[in-house]
């Protein structure tokens, strides 16, 4: 099993930056691929960035159109999401989540991180 524990999330400005880290135990992250999601108060949660367990691949969902960056750091066990030009839009909850790489779907998931920000 793998334990997923977000952290970096707080209250920004518009147009700020965060970092947000996911720390895993219980496994190694090296043949996992990882994403983060999100869920907004009302709203469903949705998919933001994705990368590959290799770190060959990343994707992103439309709206973030080249403000975040995920990154993942087998040495550290720790994937993270840089998100630089922060909207209002962009408060939820970020959940971090992780998956075999031969697996559809996402079947480890954090507790999740608030990120707010201010207009």
């Known amino acids: 099993q793998v334990q997923l524990v977000e952290s970096g999330g707080g209250l920004v400005q518009a147009g700020g930056s965060l970092r947000l880290s996911c720390a895993a135990s219980?496994?190694?992250?090296?043949?996992?691929?990882m994403g983060w999601f999100r869920q907004a108060p009302g709203k469903e949660r949705e998919f933001v960035a994705g990368i590959r367990w290799n770190g060959g691949r990343t994707d992103y969902a439309d709206f973030v159109e080249g403000r975040f960056a995920i990154s993942k750091d087998n040495g550290k066990n720790t994937v993270y999401l840089q998100m630089n030009g922060l909207k209002p839009e962009d408060t939820a909850v970020y959940y971090c989540a992780g998956r075999r790489f031969t697996a559809l779907n996402y079947n480890y998931w954090g507790q999740g991180t608030q990120v707010t920000v201010s207009s």
């Open positions: 219980g496994r190694s992250l090296i043949y996992l691929d």
